[in-house]
């Protein structure tokens, strides 16, 4: 516990690797396993039955939910909240003030860049990159290799295949999109109609 700086409060049973780096007023809560060579900056506060892998860097003022599970060599910018039972893999990045809600996962190599809002049961894929400030509703599934930028409101009920490219400001909801579509900034389509769902087939043209 040498590198514990300044006063920092440990639960029961907690399990911590190699060279931890833990700042003063962080709270980590009881039987969370901390990995080796771990960053986390002043005042996070860590939940109970967390797990977190090797190489995490996890920058002040943040909130760890519990039953969260961080694999190896994630980065979580500061200010940013993530919620009960959700899973980050390797090399994921979070940017700063991003809320991320229960029960969602995000999968290898995905950046999420600053002030995205992202709710619960949230299904983001490998490789995949949410600009700043868009909002992803309810029951939505971004496949991998995805490009959201910025200030887009997706969902709820919103499932987009691997490959899709979403322009700035898009407002999406009720859809079903397939593989390798492009859609342009500022589109606004809300698909539920007579009771179903739309479904946008895969084609490489803009929508």
């Known amino acids: 516990m040498e590198n514990l700086k300044g006063k920092v409060e440990v639960g029961k049973n ?3 690797g190699k060279d931890p780096l833990i700042g003063p007023y962080c709270v980590i809560g009881d039987d969370t396993v901390i990995g080796d060579n771990i960053v ?12 977190i892998g090797d190489n995490v860097i996890i920058e002040k003022d943040c909130i760890i939910g519990s ?73 939505c599934f971004i496949g991998s290799n995805s490009i959201i930028e910025r200030d887009c409101v997706l969902g709820p009920h919103a499932h987009f295949d691997s490959n ?14 397939g593989n390798e579509i492009c859609i342009n900034e500022y589109t606004e389509f809300h ?11 895969s084609t490489k043209q803009d929508t």
């Open 191 to 201: 698909g539920f109609t007579n009771g179903t769902y739309t479904y946008i087939s």
């Open 40 to 51: 986390i900056n002043e005042n996070v506060q860590i939940g109970n039955n967390v797990t």
């Open 164 to 177: 899709i490219k979403i322009g700035a400001n898009c407002e999406l909801d009720n859809i079903n999109v």
């Open 67 to 139: 039953d969260t599970r961080i694999k190896d060599d994630v980065l979580i910018q500061s200010d940013t909240e993530i919620y009960e039972c959700c899973t980050l893999y390797e090399n994921v990045t979070i940017g700063r003030d991003v809320i991320i809600n229960a029960n969602v996962e995000i999968h290898k190599k995905s950046q999420i860049y600053d002030r995205v809002y992202i709710t619960d049961g949230t299904y983001i894929g490998e490789n995949v990159k949410i600009f700043d400030r868009t909002q992803i509703l309810g029951d």
């Open 14 to 16: 907690v399990t911590m």
